[in-house]
């Protein structure tokens, strides 16, 4: 990761560290996830690193990050605007280029809009698309799997049911934006199914 992204990284570490469980580790891996795409899809990276990196930081301006439920529509409104104002404050003081930075912060102002019906843009534009993407698959991953099926008072088979009923945020068209994001899927759903199977094994007494 290049230096002006460590940069925007450091800044927008505490208030992750101040907010959900997850958070810090939803960001690692989403790093390490957009530095793949950017090569392979040939995707802009001044664009998708930092919306990467600063989308969530709203979330910590919650009254109580922690417990929340981010499924809640209100909750998921006032996280992009906090998220965008936050941004805003961080890409200015690492002097990120004006123009890069408008888009950045629109994007997050808006990054959960498919929850409102809004999915269009996510077809049109490949930067929000992908990065809908990869926001979506964290839950499919062992960390995001664990933190998630806490807040959506699920065990560990309906949560596994869940993530094979749902598809992708974007019904109909086009689900995934590219191959890579919709084998990834796959690959993680027969993880999380491994890991199941291992579990009831070691239970039966
Ligand atoms: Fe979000
Ligand atoms: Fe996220």
Same mark, same amino acid.
């Given at each position: ?6 940069? #925007?990284?450091?800044? +927008?570490?505490?208030? /992750? ?22 090569? #392979? ?17 709203? /979330? ?17 409104? +006032? ?33 959960? *809009?498919? +929850? =409102? ?21 964290? #839950?499919?991953?062992?960390?995001? =799997?664990?933190?998630?099926? #806490?807040?959506?008072? $699920? ?23 590219? *191959? ?20 009831? $094994?070691?239970?039966?007494?």
């Amino acid at each position: 990761m290049n230096s002006l992204y460590q940069k #925007i990284w450091s800044e +927008a570490k505490p208030y /992750y560290l101040t907010s959900r469980p997850m958070d810090v580790k939803h960001i690692e891996w989403f790093i390490e996830m957009v530095e793949t795409i950017c090569q #392979i899809e040939k995707l802009d990276e001044s664009l998708l690193m930092p919306l990467a990196i600063l989308h969530d930081v709203g /979330y910590a301006t919650l009254t109580n990050p922690k417990t929340a439920n981010y499924y809640d529509k209100d909750i998921r409104r +006032a996280h992009m605007k906090a998220g965008a104002e936050i941004a805003e404050k961080i890409l200015k003081q690492v002097k990120y280029p004006d123009d890069k930075s408008k888009k950045i912060i629109e994007y997050i102002g808006i990054h959960d *809009n498919w +929850a =409102f019906g809004e999915v269009d843009m996510y077809l049109q534009d490949n930067i929000l698309g992908t990065f809908k993407d990869f926001d979506y698959l964290w #839950i499919y991953t062992k960390i995001g =799997f664990d933190a998630i099926k #806490i807040v959506l008072k $699920k065990n560990d088979l309906q949560m596994l049911q869940h993530l094979k009923d749902e598809v992708s945020p974007i019904h109909g068209k086009k689900p995934f934006s590219s *191959n890579y994001t919709k084998e990834l899927r796959e690959s993680y759903l027969k993880e999380r199914e491994k890991d199941l199977h291992i579990t009831f $094994k070691k239970n039966i007494p």
